[in-house]
């Protein structure tokens, strides 16, 4: 089954407001994007849908950053349109709500997954 397609709207309201999370995924910490050995999956969180827009067939590797941010920032806006938002899968802890995104990043030469708590405050239209 193909993953639900999640609006900016929709985003923000399937998360928890960022925070330390509970006991069940408190070891998960990434407030900006970090690199991890392998995808995390269920049980520790759960699929809830995806960033990628069904309607667009080649979503675009431009970002979109505030000034003195960047794509690696802690504060780095969250732009579903933009690169990498525009392909990640959205997660969350099934305890308590925190929010994960995750995509992996794939070169000539290397594959990385990548992983990031979802702050719903710095998602952006
Ligand atoms: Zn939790």
């Not at 349109?81 to 995750?102: A, E, I």
């Amino acid at each position: 089954m193909a993953a639900e397609f999640l609006d900016s709207t929709a985003l923000r309201a399937a998360v928890a407001p960022a925070g330390p999370g509970c006991p069940h995924c408190a070891a998960l910490r990434a407030p900006g994007w970090e690199s991890v050995a392998a995808p995390v999956g269920e049980p520790l969180l759960a699929c809830i849908g995806t960033l990628r827009d069904p309607a667009v067939d080649e979503p675009t590797v431009l970002e979109r950053h505030a000034p003195g941010t960047g794509y690696w920032h802690a504060r780095a806006r969250v732009v579903p349109t933009h690169f990498p938002y525009n392909r990640c899968t959205v997660w969350r802890c099934p305890q308590c709500r925190r929010g994960f995104l995750q995509y992996t990043e794939a070169g000539g030469y290397y594959v990385d997954h990548r992983l990031r708590e979802l702050d719903p405050t710095l998602i952006e239209d």
